[in-house]
């Protein structure tokens, strides 16, 4: 039974780029199937800055902060416990950061939002599932 991906559970190098360019290509053809039209209302954008630059932590620390959470509470081992504080770590720093009009700050702004809705993937997943471990 696979568990990870098309071609079986666990398997990490070769058949997984093949399975991104296969699956990237039908995700992109849904998403363009389900772009807004003219009259629906345009959804939120989640990396929309506020009015104006504002002062906060710097990018720099930022991607270090997001990269401690990540590794040490959101990485092959994985509990509730943890997830929630990763979680909660993500969060503090998308309300914290720097905010510039410049690709930097964007690009982490963009991070930080995939690194919350991986955690928040994680939580929803009890079970292990591939290399994933959840112990709780």
């Known amino acids: 039974c696979s568990c990870s991906g098309l071609h079986g ?8 780029l093949l399975e991104g360019l296969v699956m990237g290509k039908i995700a992109g053809a849904n998403a363009a199937a389900q772009r807004p039209t003219a009259k629906s209302a345009e959804p939120a954008n ?3 800055k506020p009015e104006g630059e504002m002062a906060g932590v710097s990018t720099k620390t930022s ?8 590794w ?3 990485g092959v081992i994985r509990d509730e416990v943890g997830l929630k504080d990763g979680l909660a770590g993500i969060e503090n720093l998308e309300k914290n950061i720097e905010i510039r009009e410049d690709a930097e700050s964007i690009a982490v702004r963009s991070a930080l ?3 919350r809705k991986t955690i928040e993937a994680a939580l929803a997943r009890l079970g292990s599932i591939g290399v994933h471990c959840r112990v709780n």
């Open 9 to 16: 559970a666990n398997r990490l190098a070769s058949n997984s």
């Open 63 to 70: 991607y270090e902060a997001m990269r401690k959470i990540m």
């Open 113 to 115: 939002f995939v690194c």
């Open 72 to 74: 040490r509470l959101c």
């Open 46 to 48: 989640p990396m929309a």
